[in-house]
């Protein structure tokens, strides 16, 4: 689903003291199939902005529109439940929000909520642990008995069995791992990938933005404050250190190489191309003194 | 009597007696002004050490002393007063309405006098640069003020030891680099011995020494610079190793020589310019 914000602003408490522009006319569009990353530091927008895109939130002024769905500032949105069955988001920290005396319950709740039949619930359910990785046997235990990296993947799979066309990750590693990021970065890459979803991923991570998005918006005082690639948005390092954002550490590595005479540009190399690349480099000598 | 220092002997913990060990035969020792990051992967034992070290649990087996002290429930409230913890979770670790009223509140607990604790609130929290938030209320700032706030009232107490469980693995990489920064001053500022619990590796780079969990047990110990050496190993256990030491790896195969193992991108590049200049 294409997803498009037009001249998009939202005020918290209008015509109050407390008063805020969070988003302030912010236009871009996100083409379906594609793997945005959002980055900002706190208080940018993202979490705003996110909450866009399932209509939690209405635009105060401009429109937001996700695929077939619009939704018009000052118009009231009759497609609701149509959006919310087909933009799926895994809030920050999801397995705070379990609640069910089972496994499968809880992760059933979405669905039957919009409907979905007993015998697609259980099939979509078993899929949807599948997924994630967690074992069946699971399913019948209570989800506050398991370990906190289970829990995040119960209410993981809760949004997956809902069948989503749109994807939306807000943090969805915080407080893991390293092992357990990577395992849940790569499954969402390999479901996006599979199902054909967009996907909309909102991390302080520039790691991952780099590992597996093809698109990324930089967030700044509610604003787009950069677009691009990967590779055109972390070539403008300062611009972002100006944003108080930092670069992939492959990046500031080869810029702190050129203080030391090692001149290479980074094209999304491997760390083993890289190696070769500074080897040669080295090996011939030569060109200085 | 006091050589100061927290000791684990042969400290084996269980939650439940028909649950497996969470920690096992598990020796170590912190010393004074030492600074201690714990690693491992989730579920190693790292966060039962922490909970240990100031008697929020108590081992089956074995004993734990701080200060020369045993850690049991007679002396709980001593150890507390040496041993000082900042949690995961910014948001559960406030009780004050105000800033101040957070930090005295732990002095409260140890029942110390208040022109003392006047004195000690304006002194931590300049320690950890809060100075101006006093009379804020926590729940407005931050996240990485919020911890500041917390280590400050650790620091109010004046413990010996502060124990850091995952501290920033909640903040944005701008709260991330204040408490460090904060850390770090703090660490050179008092007498301090300093236990980091944390998956970040630039957070290892910059402690004096390394204990590496893996299941229960103290699986190495050693310098940073040791144990990411051993990156292979590490990698086994589920562990990842830092940039700057992957590349080093992919080098050396590459038949650049390097002599010791990369702690930043400074080093590297610098042995880098020194080799190819023999070369």
Same mark, same amino acid.
């Given at each position: 689903m294409d997803i498009t914000f037009d001249h998009v602003s939202y005020t918290y408490q209008p015509n109050t003291p407390f008063e805020h522009r969070a988003l302030d006319d912010l236009s871009f569009t996100i083409q379906s199939g594609s793997f945005v990353a959002v980055i900002g530091h706190t208080g940018s927008g993202k979490s705003t902005l996110i909450q866009h895109l399932n209509g939690l939130l209405q635009p105060t002024e401009g429109q937001?529109?996700?695929g077939p769905y619009t939704m018009k500032a000052g118009e009231k949105n009759k497609q609701l439940m149509k959006l919310r069955e087909n933009v799926g988001v895994v809030f920050q920290y999801p397995e705070h929000q379990l609640f069910e005396e089972t496994v499968e319950k809880d992760i059933g709740f979405g669905p039957q909520n919009f409907g979905v039949g007993q015998d697609e619930i259980k099939r979509r359910t078993k899929e949807a642990v599948q997924a994630v990785k967690l074992p069946e046997e699971l399913l019948e235990r209570s989800p506050f008995d398991l370990s906190g990296g289970q829990m995040r993947r119960v209410a993981i799979s809760g949004v997956l069995a809902m069948d989503p066309e749109v994807l939306v990750l807000d943090e969805p590693t915080a407080g893991l791992d390293p092992n357990g990021r990577k395992e849940i970065m790569d499954m969402f890459y390999h479901l996006h990938q599979e199902k054909g979803l967009t996907t909309v991923l909102v991390t302080h991570s520039m790691e991952d933005a780099l590992a597996y998005a093809d698109h990324i918006i930089i967030m700044n005082q509610g604003k787009v404050y950069r677009e691009g690639t990967p590779l055109e948005i972390f070539k403008q390092q300062q611009a972002l250190?100006?944003?108080?954002?930092?670069?992939?550490?492959?990046?500031?590595?080869?810029?702190m190489a050129r203080d030391y005479g090692l001149d290479l540009e980074y094209e999304g190399q491997t760390i083993a191309e890289l190696?070769?690349?500074?080897?040669?480099?080295?090996?011939?000598?030569?060109?200085?003194? | 009597m006091g050589e100061r220092q927290v000791e684990f002997r042969n400290v084996s913990f269980r939650y439940q007696e028909d649950m497996p060990w969470v920690l096992r035969?598990?020796?170590?020792?912190?010393?004074p002004d030492e600074w201690v990051a714990v690693i491992g992967h989730n579920g190693s034992g790292k966060s039962t050490i922490a909970k240990l070290m100031n008697g929020l649990l108590f081992p089956q087996e074995g004993e734990i002393l701080v200060d020369g002290m045993p850690v049991n429930e007679k002396t709980i409230w001593d150890v507390r007063k040496q041993v000082g913890m900042v949690f995961q979770n910014p948001d559960n670790q406030f009780v004050g309405t105000t800033v101040k009223d957070d930090v005295a509140f732990g002095m409260e607990n140890h029942g110390m006098p208040r022109e003392l604790m006047l004195e000690r609130i304006k002194e931590s929290l300049s320690a950890v640069g809060m100075s101006d938030y006093e009379q804020q209320e926590p729940h407005r700032l931050s996240g990485g003020q919020k911890q500041r706030v917390a280590i400050a009232s650790v620091?109010?107490?004046?413990?010996?030891?502060?124990?850091? %469980?995952?501290a920033t693995a909640m903040l944005d990489p701008k709260g991330r680099k204040e408490i460090m920064n904060t850390v770090h001053r703090v660490q050179e500022e008092r007498d301090?011995?300093?236990?980091?619990?944390?998956?970040?590796?630039?957070?290892?780079?910059?402690?004096?020494?390394?204990?590496?969990?893996?299941?229960?047990?103290?699986?190495?110990?050693g310098s940073p610079r040791d144990v990411f050496s051993k990156k292979e190993h590490l990698q086994e256990i589920g562990l990842d190793t830092p940039?700057?030491?992957?590349?080093? %790896?992919?080098l050396k195969a590459e038949g650049v020589p390097l002599t010791r193992e990369p702690l930043n991108h400074q080093e590297l590049l610098e042995e880098l310019w020194t080799s190819r200049s023999i070369m």
């Amino acid at each position: 689903m294409d997803i498009t914000f037009d001249h998009v602003s939202y005020t918290y408490q209008p015509n109050t003291p407390f008063e805020h522009r969070a988003l302030d006319d912010l236009s871009f569009t996100i083409q379906s199939g594609s793997f945005v990353a959002v980055i900002g530091h706190t208080g940018s927008g993202k979490s705003t902005l996110i909450q866009h895109l399932n209509g939690l939130l209405q635009p105060t002024e401009g429109q937001v529109q996700v695929g077939p769905y619009t939704m018009k500032a000052g118009e009231k949105n009759k497609q609701l439940m149509k959006l919310r069955e087909n933009v799926g988001v895994v809030f920050q920290y999801p397995e705070h929000q379990l609640f069910e005396e089972t496994v499968e319950k809880d992760i059933g709740f979405g669905p039957q909520n919009f409907g979905v039949g007993q015998d697609e619930i259980k099939r979509r359910t078993k899929e949807a642990v599948q997924a994630v990785k967690l074992p069946e046997e699971l399913l019948e235990r209570s989800p506050f008995d398991l370990s906190g990296g289970q829990m995040r993947r119960v209410a993981i799979s809760g949004v997956l069995a809902m069948d989503p066309e749109v994807l939306v990750l807000d943090e969805p590693t915080a407080g893991l791992d390293p092992n357990g990021r990577k395992e849940i970065m790569d499954m969402f890459y390999h479901l996006h990938q599979e199902k054909g979803l967009t996907t909309v991923l909102v991390t302080h991570s520039m790691e991952d933005a780099l590992a597996y998005a093809d698109h990324i918006i930089i967030m700044n005082q509610g604003k787009v404050y950069r677009e691009g690639t990967p590779l055109e948005i972390f070539k403008q390092q300062q611009a972002l250190e100006d944003v108080q954002l930092d670069v992939p550490e492959v990046v500031s590595f080869l810029k702190m190489a050129r203080d030391y005479g090692l001149d290479l540009e980074y094209e999304g190399q491997t760390i083993a191309e890289l190696a070769k690349e500074i080897a040669l480099k080295v090996k011939g000598g030569g060109d200085h003194e | 009597m006091g050589e100061r220092q927290v000791e684990f002997r042969n400290v084996s913990f269980r939650y439940q007696e028909d649950m497996p060990w969470v920690l096992r035969d598990v020796s170590f020792t912190i010393g004074p002004d030492e600074w201690v990051a714990v690693i491992g992967h989730n579920g190693s034992g790292k966060s039962t050490i922490a909970k240990l070290m100031n008697g929020l649990l108590f081992p089956q087996e074995g004993e734990i002393l701080v200060d020369g002290m045993p850690v049991n429930e007679k002396t709980i409230w001593d150890v507390r007063k040496q041993v000082g913890m900042v949690f995961q979770n910014p948001d559960n670790q406030f009780v004050g309405t105000t800033v101040k009223d957070d930090v005295a509140f732990g002095m409260e607990n140890h029942g110390m006098p208040r022109e003392l604790m006047l004195e000690r609130i304006k002194e931590s929290l300049s320690a950890v640069g809060m100075s101006d938030y006093e009379q804020q209320e926590p729940h407005r700032l931050s996240g990485g003020q919020k911890q500041r706030v917390a280590i400050a009232s650790v620091l109010a107490v004046s413990p010996k030891f502060i124990i850091l %469980d995952e501290a920033t693995a909640m903040l944005d990489p701008k709260g991330r680099k204040e408490i460090m920064n904060t850390v770090h001053r703090v660490q050179e500022e008092r007498d301090l011995s300093l236990i980091t619990i944390t998956h970040d590796l630039h957070e290892v780079t910059q402690s004096s020494r390394v204990i590496v969990m893996n299941k229960g047990e103290v699986w190495m110990q050693g310098s940073p610079r040791d144990v990411f050496s051993k990156k292979e190993h590490l990698q086994e256990i589920g562990l990842d190793t830092p940039f700057v030491s992957k590349l080093a %790896d992919h080098l050396k195969a590459e038949g650049v020589p390097l002599t010791r193992e990369p702690l930043n991108h400074q080093e590297l590049l610098e042995e880098l310019w020194t080799s190819r200049s023999i070369m």
